[in-house]
């Protein structure tokens, strides 16, 4: 299908990528229009969206970039910044089409359905999307979808509205009358307000006098906050509604002059706020900022996983607010077909966003429209290389399923290394764009976002899993049952059933399961293994780990996706000492810091009588090395400062040290790749990808009773 997307340099591009796979709560839409933010996507293509600039601006992100050197070396860093310049990003947030498809749990929406659908990496600029249920709306009958396709700036200008708080028969100023403010200015006036418009350029405010705005001054030929004090009997307005869109905090500090005592002022638009306080203070001004759609935006909660907000509670979520802009529409509140200054197909992507990107003032609402001929099957999920390579005899042939951050920053690279033991067959991706450019960059013929697609019509001998941690297992089984190898990265589940899963699939189908547990193929890991080989005695080991804080809404910390960091990152560790130790573990206590998970020490006991110690904490600084590892046998000591130097002390070998980290990913991959070939025995199984995982759950068990728990290893 095709799809528009910007680089990270601000360059449009027109792909044809993998139509998207169908996902439980999900809605398979084939979009009829789509509309063009003049505002935000014009911000990203004028240069306004340059990674490069955005890094520059943040702190914390060439931060990043520093501790990327200092791990991986400047040819790693280069390359990661590069890929990021390189890298396709959806364009586009407001679309609206018919439903051909309806994902496991979807209430309420039936193939044939006319919906408008809203979110940026949903809505694309694309031919078909795929769309969570509470990121839709369904359109009336007599609504067409050109009109609908605007529902989504639509629910921004209402939350806007709604934000103001307002009474019939208020005075509200609308400060911007682009696309957002000529909505909210009709918004408002069907609510009963009286409105004034206020622009810069007298085009805009042509578009206001033809939907029927009297009042209506430009910024630079009318005194403006004098006529609006004229306009309400010198009292000032009881709202403004700022929808302009600049780096000045004039329009904001102007407003504050226009408004009444104890007046409103709403902040919808990209504007400055660096505040005049006189004024402000002087009349008891409450400013507000309108986020978004409304109620539900940016809760990972509401949009992908559906769950709704108590009516009781939020009256008007975002989901309302679409509905509400639909009905607007179909009542002809308000009115969008003059609004609509062009309209192209979307093989004319590039000469759409010349316009819409101008900065012509009479361009206003700027549409792109597709065939309603695309057909979505099994195929179409499928983007096949142009000129397909062929794989040499001795090369593995594998699929890369989840091609995220970590896979592009640590696992291209080592295929690429490994480029004449493997052949990467294709790439599974969640979007067709990431599938399509993860491909081109391995190489890769095929790119796909069905797994089960390639899985069923391609000869390949392994899968390597990346995806997300509530996956694995699901992606485990299927590809094991296929008859295929599989790598997958840690944990093999984010609980023992689903690590019994794999393991029953793996006994059935007799194949290879690797688990990417790498730390224990580092070198020096290796080494200090082989230092303590001779000593039988029981001995302890501490690993601290000072991971740092992650935000609350990462992933990671999602109990039903990522399992949490004591899951997620914990059977790291949990697996590294077993494996040293040489021994498994049978009991651990564990205790965490008040109710945080991030921060956690657990002492395990192992069968030979050794003792491990875990501290894993987000409380520390970036400034510590992150993994810091001390073993005590027979009189010796070994430690491992975050895996760029070993020392010994009274133990056989030799200390050493590097500049850049290593951690053992490339001879895990290189591991598996040799057992798939049956040239060397595999180092890592999905045995151990249940044990760790049965740590993981027994120092759960530990916190939650504060009792000493049996590790059930079997």
Excluded at 388 to 397: A, D, I, L
Excluded at 563 to 576: I, P, W
Excluded at 688 to 695: F, S
């Amino acid at each position: 299908m095709k799809q528009v997307f910007f680089d990270g340099k601000g360059k449009l591009h027109l792909k044809d990528v993998p139509s998207p796979a169908m996902q439980p709560g999900h809605v398979l839409v084939q979009n009829s229009s789509s509309l063009i933010s003049t505002g935000t996507e014009a911000m990203a293509l004028s240069g306004g969206g340059s990674l490069l600039g955005t890094a520059l601006k943040r702190p914390d992100l060439v931060q990043r970039a520093l501790k990327i050197v200092a791990g991986q070396g400047v040819r790693s860093a280069a390359t990661i910044v590069r890929d990021m310049s390189q890298t396709w990003y959806p364009l586009g947030y407001s679309s609206a089409g018919h439903v051909i498809s309806v994902g496991e749990g979807v209430r309420g929406f039936d193939v044939g359905d006319k919906v408008a659908c809203a979110g940026a990496g949903y809505a694309n600029h694309a031919e078909l999307v795929s769309i969570p249920t509470n990121l839709l709306a369904k359109v009336p009958q007599g609504v067409s979808m050109r009109d609908a396709c605007f529902t989504t700036v639509g629910a921004i200008a209402i939350q806007g509205v709604r934000r103001a708080d307002l009474t019939f028969g208020e005075i509200v100023v609308v400060m911007g009358t682009g696309l957002i403010g000529l909505l909210t200015a009709q918004i408002l006036r069907s609510s009963g307000c009286k409105v004034i418009c206020v622009d810069l350029y007298e085009e805009r405010l042509r578009f206001a006098n033809e939907l029927g705005f009297v009042n209506v001054l430009q910024m630079s030929k009318d005194n403006v906050v004098r006529s609006v004090m004229d306009l309400t009997d010198g009292a000032g307005a009881d709202a403004v509604i700022v929808c302009a869109s600049t780096e000045s905090s004039q329009p904001v500090n102007d407003a504050f002059e226009m408004c009444r005592e104890r007046g409103r002022v709403v902040v919808v638009g990209a504007v400055g706020l660096d505040l005049k306080r006189e004024e402000y203070y002087r009349k008891e001004i409450d400013l507000r900022i309108s986020r978004s759609y409304g109620p539900g935006r940016y809760d990972t909660e509401y949009e992908e996983k559906g769950i709704k907000y108590p009516l009781g509670y939020v009256r008007w979520t975002e989901t309302g607010n679409l509905s509400e802009f639909l009905h607007l529409l179909e009542s002809g509140a308000v009115r969008v077909q003059s609004l609509i200054s062009s309209e192209h197909s979307v093989d004319q992507a590039s000469v759409a966003y010349d316009e819409a990107t101008g900065g012509n003032p009479e361009i206003i609402g700027v549409l792109l429209r597709y065939p309603d001929t695309y057909v979505n099957n099994e195929d179409s999920r499928v983007w096949r290389l142009p000129d397909r390579k062929k794989p040499f005899k001795q090369q593995v042939k594998l699929i890369l399923v989840g091609p995220g951050h970590f896979a592009r920053a640590v696992h291209f690279n080592n295929l690429k290394k490994l480029s004449s033991k493997v052949f990467v067959k294709g790439v599974v991706a969640a979007t067709g764009s990431s599938a399509r450019q993860s491909a081109e960059k391995l190489g890769a013929d095929l790119a796909s976002t069905d797994m089960s697609s390639l899985l069923k019509t391609e000869s390949i001998d392994a899968v390597m899993i990346t995806t997300r941690h509530n996956m694995h297992s699901k992606q485990c089984v299927e590809a094991v049952l296929a008859g295929k190898h599989v790598f997958v990265e840690k944990p093999l589940g984010l609980n023992k059933d689903e690590c019994y899963a794999v393991l029953e699939a793996v006994e059935k189908s007799q194949v290879l399961c690797s688990v990417g547990f790498n730390r224990r193929f580092s070198s020096y890991a290796i080494d200090l293994r082989s230092s303590i080989a001779n000593i039988n005695s029981p001995k302890q080991i501490v690993y601290r780990v000072n991971a740092g804080g992650l935000p609350d809404s990462h992933w990671l910390l999602d109990s039903e996706i990522g399992g949490g960091r004591l899951v997620g990152e914990g059977c790291h560790f949990f697996d590294f000492m077993s494996w040293i130790l040489d021994s498994e573990p049978v009991t651990l206590v564990a205790q965490s810091l008040s109710n945080s998970l991030d921060d956690f020490s657990i002492l395990l006991k192992y069968a030979d009588g050794s003792v491990g110690s875990l501290i894993y904490t987000g409380l520390g600084n970036d400034q510590l090395s992150k993994e810091y590892i001390e073993l005590f046998a027979g009189g010796g000591v070994g430690v491992i400062d975050d895996y760029r130097s070993l020392e010994l002390y009274n133990l056989p070998g030799n200390s050493r040290k590097s500049t850049v980290a290593h951690k053992g990913h490339l001879e895990l991959l290189d591991n598996f790749l040799c057992a798939v070939k049956g040239e060397q025995k595999l180092g890592v199984n999905a045995l151990d990808g249940l044990r760790a995982t049965l740590c993981a759950e027994a120092a759960l068990e530990s916190i939650s009773t504060g009792k000493s728990v049996q590790i059930p290893f079997v």
